[in-house]
Structures are given as C-alpha cells and as structure tokens.
C-alpha cells in the first residue's frame, strides 16, 4: 500500500490555502478529530486536479456534492462508497429496485474504486482509506469520463466543458438521474463552499458560475429515464420520485390501517413537516408502509441515491409522529438510516434529496422553513405524563441540521449582532464537523461511539465543565441526571432550537430549560449561541406557574353530540414565575380530527372540531410544546 507521503511525492505539488480552525464545546470533552496537521486533505484536490487536467472548481464540486470532503475515517456509505470522492465497491446484486431491476446503469459503475485503482496504480485499500489516494482517484476516473465521450482534458479547459464527464460520475440508471447529479454539482460551483471538514481542515471553494454544456449528456449511454411517470406524486418536477402507496384497508374487527383519510387543510392545517429515519434497510421499509396493520408515513428517501417513494397523500393523516395532535397537522418523512450510525447512512445525496422535497411541500403548504415547523421526530411532545418517555429519538445527535437548513435555503441563524445576555433569545448553533461531543453506547452500552460531528452541545446544572448534566422528569421520573447514552437527549440543545437566557457568567449562558437553568459554553470567541430579537412567554402576573401540553385540543364546550370530548391533560413539567421561553407559533390550530372508522360516511366521523380557547408553541426543551394563551403573556425579549 503506498503511503500518503509517496502518493503525494508522485504528484504535482500545488498547494490550496487552508487554515485550521479551533472547536468549541459546552458539554463534555469533544472527542479529537482525526489529526492532519500539514493540510494534505486540503492541497490534494490542487495536486490531483493538476495531475490529470480537471478544473479544480469542478474536482472540488464534486467531492462536495458526494460527501462535503469528509472520508468518514475510512468507513463505506451506506452505498458502497468511500472517501470524499465516494468512491465505490459494491456488490450489483444488492442495489435494485422494487421489481428486483438493476437501479443502475452497468456493474463497472459500481465498483469505481477498482476502476481508480487501475487508472492511477494506486492500490485498492488506499484508495479507500487514505484520503489523499482518494482524491486522486476521483480527479483520474473524471478525466477518463471526459476522455471517453471524446471531449478535451487539460488545465486550460473551462470547468463549463465537464457537464458530461460530471453526469457520469453520478454512476445513476439514467440520463435524467445523471443530469440531476450534474445540476446539483453546477449549482455547488456557483454558490462556492466552505467548511471544517471531520479530520479538521477548513476547505474553501470560491465561487465559480459558468453556464455549462449540457447537451454533453446526451453523449451518455444511458437510457433517457422518465421522471414521475405516475401523476400520483407530490413531489418536486425535478425530483426522481415514485408512488407505491400505503393501503387503506379493513383487517377485521372493524379495525382498519394504516392511515386515515382527511381533506387538508380544509380539516386541519399542515404546519409541520417531521424528520425520520427508518432505523432499517429502504426494503424492510417500504415492505413495512404496504402493510395495513403497520403504521404510515407520507414518504421514504433512500440513503444510497436519494430517490423517493410517496406513500400517503398530503390531504391525509399518516399514523407516523406518535402524537395525533402533530399526526394531523403534518408531514412525515422517513430517511433511510440508523440514528447511531449517522454519517455512514445520511449521505449527500439524502440530505439534498430530502431538501428539494421539503422546500417544496414547505412552499406548497406555507409552512416556514425553521427548526420549530421543519423538526426531527425528536422533537415531538408525548401527549400524556405516562407517554414522554416512549417517544422517539431519531433522526438522533448525527442529523446535520445546519447543513440541512443551508440546502433549504434557509441557514440557521448565527450572527453576532446582538449581545447574549440576561433576557434575550439565543439560538443553537455549534457547527457539525467539528463539534464532536462524546456519545456513548451506540454498539455497547457505556462505550464511547466513534468520533464523528454531531448537531447539538450538552447542558449542565452549574456553568462547570464538571457539573452533572441536567435532568429531564419526563424522560427519567426518579430524577437522575441526564446521561450521554445516544438515545438520551434529555440535556441536549440542538441547532436551530431556540432559548431564554436567564444567566450569563463568563463564556457560560444559563437557559431556562423545562423549567430549570440549564448551563453550556459559548465563548466569544467561538460561541455555540446568537442572540437574535424576538418574543416570548411569561407567566401571567400572580400565577406561581403555568402547565405545558403536548397537544392543543378544543375547551368540552366545542365538541358536538357523539363525539367524545378528548382530554387535555398538563404534563410532567412546568413554567414557573421569572421564568421564560422563546415563542414559535402564535397561530397554533386548536382543533381535534375525528376519524375512527374506515366508513368515511359515518356520521360524526372524518369531520374537524375546531376549539376557541387559544394555544402558542414556545421552545421549551428539546421537544415543542404548547400552552395555553390565558396562562401567559407574550413580551419581547431584552
């Protein structure tokens, strides 16, 4: 195997700036990045570029598009591929679509990293460990597609004249995917990048806007690919997304699945669209939506291309956030993956894909494109005490949230105008790949998880790097602290999540946080936290505090002859006086959607009961909950 410093001695040395940049972290000591002090990673792409006459603008993009320059320390995506260039090894058998057809164009295409280890003499295990080798090998198989649809390679060419050579590296079915990879890549190269990648390099890729070839891909053997063939989907034109639906059927004993019909927004409005992840393979899933005694989800994204499956309509209720309150006033969205694992599963081409899908359904619906309306499964509220503490997790601590809202085109606010003090509202926002927080127990219990970025920063009960996490009631009722196990967000702030600060000593920021002071590090010199203006909920003036819910039903009085009236119960926690909580929603539906039979002509069934007494969503935790309107008053932050 040749080593870095060989590979590099056999290249043009040209060298791209860099600077290495710190990590800042509130909670306990952030696991170590993986050292590359001499910025190898960084001038690869320059040397590489150089080497075998691709534009560096269009080197650079690529890898971008593929993985945003991480190599994810050696490991495979969850389609085979490796490095920042995604390079691939993987067996044909296992990427087909539902009809068992092979999903892309011929085998050779799955197994780049041979096909670099042949065009460079690179050896196969360095292409997929080292990082350099795998820039390298990306840069080859580049100049070699350019070669192979008989257009120019050389320094001197115009990153405009690599439309096809980039659209064969997407290694898609079709000429329609392949198109997609290369527009997404173009619209990298024009809005440039920068960013600290895992092993902690910060990459800079200047803007660069040409207006590229695109009849190039006609020049591709590939089949022409026919998007959205079936008018059934409510998806993005561009998108390539199918409709295999969730089964509206009967199982006996009157009892029915898996999810009901409804006529948004005429019977309830869509403020919410909820990130999951399957926890499973993209098959099992699939299989799972077809079932009519499982439960639903409006669509699935899978990791290895990103291609989307609608399974339930908008109008309609999936039975998919474990809340019914949020199950009728929102979108689901599984993203194939495993909460623990994060990065080998949420490739790009997930993230980009779900984005499209969002910003579209976002736009469709007028839901804003924020943290309190675009929110992962982790933030749903349980509905009763009892059910808190069985809600879910995912999509878990390895989500990229600011790199998510960075594609929505919407970035999660982080600017220091305004001074972080007593009173005013700060926003979450700790960067990803360099905020490696330790997390244990995603194989073994107790055992620390692999480094990797995470989206969040931890508090404590005191402004000491040694206090105790804070403690969550809901999640553990005997009043034991928070813990750092994967599934434990009880002392977790994640980015976009918004906050009151209550105190601030030093470079720590206290939070009024479910009902306590919850304290992490924001230095000035690299804060985790923005203020930002805003308003938010108090206490009404004489109450002691105020409860919290996890859903806004309608006051008895709204609900007509033969419908039961459905209980709004307080939970575990409370707002108490002085204390105060950032505002997300002052228009909150108070409404409840009866639907219980598979009938949907049964009188008083299928129908919306719409309340009076009014509810506001405030940031509370690190989940959404509501309270009532008459229990507080809205102020403007300090």
């Known amino acids: 195997m040749l080593r870095r410093s060989k590979i ?16 800042s972290s509130g909670g306990p000591p952030a696991a170590a990045a993986p050292p590359d002090p001499a910025g190898v990673a960084a001038s690869a792409y320059s040397v590489a570029a150089a080497k075998y006459g691709v534009p560096e603008s269009v080197l650079l993009a690529v890898s971008y598009a593929e993985s945003r320059w991480d190599d994810h320390q050696g490991a495979s995506s969850s389609s085979g591929g490796y490095g920042p260039m995604h390079l691939t090894a993987v067996d044909p058998s296992t990427v087909a679509d539902l009809s068992g057809k092979q999903k892309v164009a011929k085998v050779d295409s799955l197994r780049t990293l041979y096909k670099a280890s042949q065009l460079t003499g690179l050896d196969p295990v360095a292409l997929r460990t080292d990082t350099v080798a795998n820039i390298t090998g990306g840069a080859a198989l580049l100049a070699s597609y350019q070669r192979s ?45 920068a960013r600290t990648t895992n092993t902690g390099q910060q990459i800079v890729m200047p803007a660069v806007s040409v207006a590229p ?12 690919g026919v998007k959205q063939s079936n008018s059934d989907v409510e998806c993005p034109a561009a998108l390539d997304c199918e409709w295999l639906p969730a089964p509206y059927a009967e199982f006996g004993a009157g009892d029915y699945g898996n999810h009901d019909l409804a006529n948004r927004p005429k019977t309830g409005k869509i403020d919410y669209i909820i990130i999951h992840d399957t926890e499973g393979g993209w098959q099992g899933t699939i299989n799972l939506v077809q079932d009519p005694t499982y439960v639903s989800w409006q669509y699935t994204i899978r990791s290895s291309d990103g291609h989307v499956w609608q399974h339930v309509k908008a109008k309609d209720v999936a039975w998919q956030a474990g809340n019914w309150y949020i199950n009728m006033h929102s979108i689901g969205i599984e993203h194939e993956g495993f909460a623990a694992q994060g990065a080998t599963w949420y490739t790009e081409s997930l993230y980009r894909n779900s984005a499209k899908l969002v910003k579209y359904l976002a736009a469709k619906n007028h839901i804003p494109l924020d943290r309190a309306h675009i929110i992962g499964h982790d933030q749903v509220p349980g ?24 594609l929505l085109g919407a970035p999660i606010y982080g600017h220091s105008i305004f001074p972080v003090k007593a009173g005013s509202i700060v926003t979450i926002k700790p960067g990803f790949a360099g905020n490696a927080q330790v997390v244990t127990g995603c194989t073994t219990a107790g055992t620390a998880c692999p480094a990797q970025g995470t989206n969040f920063v931890y508090l ?5 790097d040694n206090a105790p996490l804070v403690k969550d009631l809901g999640l553990r009722p005997d009043g034991s602290d928070s813990t750092t196990q994967v599934s434990d967000h009880g002392a977790r702030v994640a980015a976009g999540s918004q906050y009151v600060v209550a105190q601030r000593q030093g470079d720590w920021v206290g939070v009024w946080y479910l009902g306590a002071i919850g304290w992490f590090k924001s230095p000035q010199s690299a804060p985790d936290a923005f203020a930002k203006p805003g308003l938010v909920v108090k206490p009404k003036e004489g109450k002691a505090s105020v409860p919290v819910y996890g859903r806004a039903y309608p006051e008895q009085a ?26 997300s929603d002052a228009s909150i539906e108070t409404d409840y959607y009866r639907a219980v039979t598979f009938d949907t002509t049964t009188p008083g069934d299928h129908v919306q009961v719409l309340g009076k007494d009014r509810y506001y969503q405030i940031w509370f935790g690190h989940r959404m909950f509501y309270v009532r309107a008459a229990d507080v008053d809205i102020k403007p932050a300090f």
């Open 8 to 23: 590099l001695a056999a290249l043009v040395a040209v060298a791209l700036p860099i600077t290495v940049t710190g990590v």
């Open 149 to 193: 649809l008989g257009l120019p390679v050389g320094s001197d060419t115009s990153a405009a004249q690599w439309y096809g050579a980039v659209a064969s590296y997407a290694e898609a079915a079709d000429r329609a995917g392949a198109a997609a990879f290369a527009d997404d890549v173009y619209s990298i190269m024009a809005r440039g990048a």
């Open 213 to 224: 070839d695109k009849a190039q891909a006609t020049k591709l053997a590939l089949p022409a």
């Open 383 to 406: 509905t009763l005490p009892t059910t808190v503490r069985g809600m879910h997790w995912d999509p878990g601590p390895y989500w990229d949230w600011e790199h998510y809202f960075d």
């Open 460 to 464: 404590r009960q005191a402004p000491d």
């Open 558 to 583: 709204a609900y007509p002859t033969g419908i039961p009236y459905q209980t709004v119960t307080p939970l575990q926690y409370t707002i108490g006086a002085g204390q105060s909580y950032p505002l």
